[in-house]
T-cell receptor
Framework: AQRVTQPEKLLSVFKGAPVELKCNYS??????LFWYVQYSRQRLQLLLR??SRESIKGFTADLNKGETSFHLKKPFAQEEDSAMYYC??????????????FGTGTKLQVIP | DAMVIQNPRYQVTQFGKPVTLSCSQT?????MYWYQQKSSQAPKLLFH???????NEADTPDNFQSRRPNTSFCFLDIRSPGLGDAAMYLC???????????????FGEGSRLTVL
């Protein structure tokens, strides 16, 4: 079974400070990992995915298969980064469909 | 803009009174999902449609049903809501198959269900 763990429910940082949102996963195959973000009063939306190896809004995330982690990082937090962040794991199930499992989310609060 | 639209945004029902939540999409995606999210918990997949094929999660109660009359619409029916069914219900879509799948989900804004 696949599982995604986000150990922190709330992370508070000062503006300009580095941010690291932790995500660990358990899955025996080759996972596809994602970070989704939900800003206040907005829908849940994709922030970035590991296969793209891209930086979005200054955020990056590296898949570490040895540690089964996919932590989200940003060197300098901005107030507009305050939001709920969900780590997600996607795998192809036996029926040929993608099944996405979400973590419980971490609320990032950037203090001015 | 192409998007996923859920109605109603807020639904109040009485214990045992059937409820239907709707989801429509203009993305022409072939997969539609229903997630249940309770406070401080992860979104939990209830079921999904891959085109017309219905796929129920093993632990989804029989109280929850779904219909997809066409590509654009999907409904979540809760036959006899209990207090424990109060939650945010999220509809999502994705494009899968034929090598075009990216795994990205596109979400609606959710329908918040209150059970009195």
């Amino acid at each position: 079974a696949q599982r995604v763990t986000q150990p922190e429910k709330l992370l508070s940082v000062f503006k300009g400070a580095p941010v690291e949102l932790k995500c660990n996963y358990s899955y025996s195959g080759s996972p596809e990992l994602f970070w989704y973000v939900q800003y206040s009063r907005q829908r849940l939306q994709l922030l970035l995915r590991h296969i793209s190896r891209e930086s979005i809004k200054g955020f990056t995330a590296d898949l570490n298969k040895g540690e089964t982690s996919f932590h989200l990082k940003k060197p300098f937090a901005q107030e507009e980064d305050s939001a709920m962040y969900y780590c997600a794991l996607s795998r192809m199930n036996s029926g040929g469909y993608q099944k996405v499992t979400f973590g419980t989310g971490t609320k990032l609060q950037v203090i001015p | 803009d192409a998007m996923v639209i859920q109605n109603p945004r807020y639904q109040v029902t009485q214990f045992g009174k059937p409820v239907t939540l709707s989801c429509s999409q203009t993305l022409n995606h072939n997969v539609m999902y229903w997630y249940q999210q309770k406070s401080s918990q992860a979104p939990k997949l209830l079921f999904h449609y891959y085109d017309k094929d219905f796929n129920n999660e093993a632990d989804t109660p029989d109280n929850f049903q779904s219909r997809r009359p066409n590509t654009s619409f999907c409904f979540l029916d809760i036959r006899s809501p209990g207090l424990g069914d109060a939650a945010m219900y999220l509809c999502a879509t994705s494009r899968e198959g034929g090598g075009s799948g990216t795994g990205e989900l596109f979400f609606g804004e959710g329908s918040r269900l209150t059970v009195l």
